[in-house]
């Protein structure tokens, strides 16, 4: 397996690691144990960078789970997703013929091809947790809070000991919600609003880029949210939209068919 992954220490006892630029694990470290929030595409030896940090038993938690932070899971065995998308269809999207689909062309660039992304999916254990599930690392206790929106089961991570939250893709600068199996905005937006205000006491990381956020920019996001909500009735046509144009800073991508409840 290719080495394609890089470490950032991010605190006294927090690691960011990416994929070749594609997404980003966070490995928690306790006195006890240790919990990995999400698991990448899973091109490389994920394991084998986890265990170069640290001996300690080693948890596997997901903020949601598309094939890009649940995939690597099946070099550790079992992953703890939202019960909300512990499915059959949230695994389908875990197949190893998806996921090649998720390789970046910087992926490609460095080499990495279809053949690097492991199978098994289906000898995952997925493990479903529901709102306020908490971790114990020792010394160090992890919980959950429920955001849908980018998915149904989307959730953030909240660290209490070094006061820093993990948000996955649920705020992210490009914000995806025209994926299959996303929430409206509107039932997106409640749990967008509830990060804000949690970024008054922990820093917010994000699934991608270089993973750094902030309240600024969730602010914004949620801004344009409103306005779309605003602009958009319901019972418009489907279609894929961008708001207000694409730009690689901040957008919201969306289908105008469900901006709304129905």
């Known amino acids: 397996m290719k080495n394609v992954y890089t470490t950032e220490k991010i605190g006294e006892r927090t690691y960011r690691i990416d994929e070749c630029g594609r997404d980003n694990c966070y490995l928690l470290l306790g006195e006890k144990s240790a919990l990995l929030i999400d698991s990448s595409i899973g091109t490389g030896n994920l394991k084998a960078v986890v265990r170069s940090i640290t001996s300690l038993p080693v948890t596997v ?40 689909d998720l390789i970046s062309n910087r992926m490609k660039k460095e080499g990495v091809t279809k053949k690097d992304v492991r199978g098994g999916v289906f000898k995952t254990k997925w493990l479903p947790f529901e709102e306020g599930k908490t971790f114990d690392l020792g010394s160090r206790t992890v919980r959950t809070v429920h955001t849908p929106g980018h998915s149904p089961g989307s959730v953030v991570f909240l660290d209490e000991g070094e006061k ?29 609003e509830r990060t804000l205000d949690l970024c008054r006491e922990y820093t917010p990381w994000g699934g991608h880029a270089d993973g750094r956020q902030s309240a600024e920019l969730i602010e914004k996001i949620i801004d344009y949210a409103k306005e779309i909500l605003k602009k958009y009735p319901k019972n418009q046509k489907s279609g894929k939209l961008t708001y207000p144009s694409f730009s690689p800073e901040v957008c919201v991508i969306f289908n105008p068919a469900a901006v709304h409840e129905k």
């Open 61 to 100: 938690a997901a903020t949601h789970a598309h094939g890009d932070h649940t995939g690597g899971a099946i070099q550790f065995g079992s992953v703890w997703v939202h019960k909300d998308e512990c499915s059959l269809k949230f695994k389908m999207l875990n197949l190893k013929k998806v996921r090649a």
């Open 164 to 192: 820093k939250m993990f948000t996955g893709d649920n705020v992210c600068a490009v914000l995806l919600m025209k994926v299959i199996y996303a929430t409206s905005l509107e039932k997106w937006l409640p749990g967008a």
